[in-house]
C-alpha cells in the first residue's frame, strides 16, 4: 500500500498519450543515462535518455539502447558504432562515464518502426550529428518549413 495524502483526480487532468513525434532532424540532449540487464540477463545496455530542446516538440523524450556487453559480436559492433556516432556529435571521443555525455546538443535523426509486440508505431533514433553540421534536409511538417530549433 502505499499513502496518496489525499489525492483527488477531480482535480487533475488525466495524462493523455503520446503519439510519436514525426521523423526528422531534431536538436535534443542526454538528459539520463544508464546500464540495464537485458531480459535474457546474459548482457546489459546502455539506455540513453533525449530530449528535444526547441520547435512544436520541445521537452519530448526519446530513447537509445545499446547492447554494449552482449553474446553477439555483431550486436556490440552496432552499438559501438552508434555510442562512436554519439561521442563524436558531442564532441566526447573518450568518455569514461556515459554522465560526460549529458547536457550537450546534438541533432538526432528520428524514424517510425512498428513495435513487434503490439504493432504500434513508435520513434526510433536512426543517427546523430553535431548540433553545427549541415543544416537538416527535411524538417517535421508543421514548423513551416524550418528544422524543430529554427525560429
Known sequence: MANLNG???NEVEPAVGFDPIP????????TESGMKATKSGV?????????????EFKGRLLWARLNLDNPNATT???ARAELSAICRATGVM???????L?????VITV?????????EITNVIK??????????KAAPSGNNGKAPWQK
Open 7 to 9: 489525492f483527488n483526480a
Open 111 to 119: 524514424a517510425h518502426k512498428k513495435r513487434q509486440d503490439t504493432s
Open 43 to 55: 548482457g546489459n545496455f546502455l539506455e540513453l535518455t533525449f530530449q528535444v530542446l526547441d520547435g
Open 127 to 136: 543517427g546523430y550529428a553535431k548540433k553545427d553540421g549541415a543544416a537538416p
Open 76 to 78: 556490440v559492433k552496432i
Open 102 to 106: 549529458h547536457n550537450l546538443p546534438l
Open 94 to 100: 573518450a568518455p569514461k562515464d556515459s554522465v560526460e
Open 23 to 30: 521523423a526528422g532532424k531534431y536538436l535534443a540532449v542526454i
